[in-house]
């Protein structure tokens, strides 16, 4: 048994899906301006912009990483999950780290007044779910059981 064959089958890199949402939006920006005009103007909607990115970041990126380091797991989807975790963030929420990409792409859409990426942002939560979260699920309803159907009762996937 190869060290991926006790992990999810996630087959691509969850953060690329919110940069190539992101990079997507600005380009189509460029070539086809799509405003946010109820907006407030800089610096101000600078600030709201960063304020949500960066509290994603950091309650819903940071707080779950360390709280998966302190248990001796990994946050990566391509290594072994030997514990259920249910405190922190995951008492709120299934997929913290995947909500954060979701916000920061929220947070980004503000802060440049970009409608494209804003409207991407759907985009990048279904393929999260479908690319990452669904075989994350899959594997960890295979290794953990009822207690992972049981914390799936209790805690929404995104909020």
Request: a positive charge.
């Amino acid at each position: 048994m190869g060290e991926h064959d006790d992990a999810a089958k996630v087959r691509f890199f969850p953060p690329g899906i919110p940069l190539l949402a992101i990079l997507g939006g600005w380009l189509l920006q460029r070539i086809l301006p799509l405003s946010l005009p109820f907006l407030p103007d800089p610096p101000l909607r600078y600030l709201l912009g960063g304020t949500i990115a960066v509290g994603a970041v950091l309650l819903l990126g940071a707080w779950p990483v360390l709280l998966f380091r302190r248990h001796g797991q990994s946050a990566n989807p391509w290594k072994p999950t030997p514990r259920l975790e249910e405190g922190g963030a995951y008492r709120f929420t299934r997929n913290p780290m995947y909500l954060q990409m979701v916000l920061v792409c929220v947070g980004v859409a503000v802060a440049l007044a970009n409608g494209w990426i804003l409207l991407l942002v759907p985009v990048v939560g279904w393929a999260l779910k479908r690319l990452a979260i669904e075989p994350e699920e899959a594997y960890l309803e295979g290794r953990f059981g009822q207690a992972y159907l049981d914390y799936k009762r209790r805690v929404r996937r995104w909020l």
